[in-house]
């Protein structure tokens, strides 16, 4: 990735700064126009008209009004499609009308050694996120009947093969990147064998991505609904988390354990199942998995890792792969007033893999 030239220093928001943000407001439509406007824009900058955006089911953690201060606002960025409508000057990889993606992050300081070796998801003075950067550079306004608008750094967006399923594919930019990344990185090969460990959002296209890659999957789940589901991704087998025979059977076989499990959780009996330089790969909760298994028990050089999003290469990798083999995410297409409401309800028993917003709709609605 080359670098780009954006003053990292401007980004890096005090929370003075944030709450001058919070406290300003948003741009109404009659001042979209001024925001079209190239002149508005840094020079390595995109303005993107959103067209669609995935949305975690039942996220409590978004859509939360006090959060960012535009209730809908957090919900689009991470995972988002959309048609460029403005860029900078120094932009040069892209043209207006282009359609783009958007992940996790909009920037990052372009110059620190990870960066500069095309990892700027680890960027040593913290890759910005695209919704913190909305919030420091280009507060969005909250949607009504009107659609968003976000803004990134040339070096993160990406290219959207023109055969593209666009509603399909907002996911695998959040989602499928960072299962991707460490399918990459452990070097996942066909027929070793994997585990994913839970099946929402991010264990779904675990399966599907390890299956592509003629991996053997097994799902381990606490949903008896998910277990046909995890056949249907392509996965071999399905096990409950309390079936202890099978845990006892399945002892010393897997080359890596793929963990999405959003919360923290006990990891010493899948720690077991993993063969001699085995790895944990925790893509999950952001909190200390538990029982990491003393020195002396289970023997076998085993390993727990952590892994974030994925590089701007990989991400275009994914992308370019997953529409190349039709691999796509089981999503349910959602208005914009529905994200809302969606965002609110906690614990939902049958909720879609993921939802995607079509801006579309909201305009028709
Ligand atoms: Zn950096």
């Not at 500069?116 to 280009?138: E, K, M, N």
């Not at 890659?213 to 606490?222: D, H, I, K, L, Y």
């Amino acid at each position: 990735m080359r670098p780009n030239t954006f003053d990292f220093s401007s980004t890096l928001t005090t929370e003075a700064s944030h709450a001058t943000h919070l406290q300003g407001e948003f741009p109404q439509r009659s001042s979209c126009r001024a925001h079209h406007d190239s002149t508005a824009l840094a020079h390595n900058e995109i303005l993107i008209e959103v067209m669609y955006a995935g949305m975690r089911p039942g996220d409590t953690q978004y859509g939360q009004p006090s959060m960012h201060g535009a209730s809908i606002q957090p919900l689009i960025g991470q995972e988002s499609i959309g048609r460029i409508v403005a860029h900078g000057r120094a932009v040069s990889s892209f043209a207006l009308g282009d359609i783009v993606g958007v992940g996790t992050f909009a920037a990052s300081c372009g110059q620190c050694d990870r960066c500069l070796a095309g990892l700027a998801q680890y960027c040593q003075s913290g890759a910005v996120s695209t919704i913190d950067y909305q919030h420091a550079h280009h507060p969005m306004r909250s949607f009504g009947k009107s659609t968003p608008h976000i803004v990134v750094t040339e070096p993160f967006a990406l290219r959207i093969p023109h055969n593209a399923d666009l509603a399909a594919t907002a996911p695998l930019l959040g989602a499928a990147v960072a299962v991707y990344s460490a399918m990459e990185h452990w070097k996942l090969e066909p027929g070793q064998r994997v585990g994913v460990i839970g099946m929402g959002g991010l264990g779904h296209l675990a399966v599907k991505l390890a299956a592509a890659r003629r991996a053997g999957v097994t799902v381990f789940t606490t949903s008896p609904e998910k277990k046909m589901d995890a056949l249907r991704f392509g996965a071999r087998e399905a096990v409950l988390w309390n079936d202890e025979e099978a845990f006892s059977r399945l002892t010393d076989r897997f080359d890596v354990l793929i963990s999405t499990v959003p919360q923290s959780y006990s990891v010493s009996d899948f720690m077991a199942l993993l063969k001699l330089n085995g790895t944990l790969i925790n893509l999950g909760t952001t909190e200390a998995l538990q029982d990491f298994p003393a020195p002396n028990m289970p023997r076998g050089r085993r390993s727990i890792a952590e892994s974030t999003g994925g590089s701007v290469a990989e991400m275009q990798a994914v992308i370019d792969d997953c529409v190349a083999h039709n691999i796509k995410p089981e999503i349910e297409v959602i208005r914009p007033d529905q994200a809302l409401e969606i965002s609110n309800i906690a614990g939902r028993t049958r909720a879609p893999y993921r939802y995607v917003i079509d801006f579309a709709l909201g305009r028709q609605h």
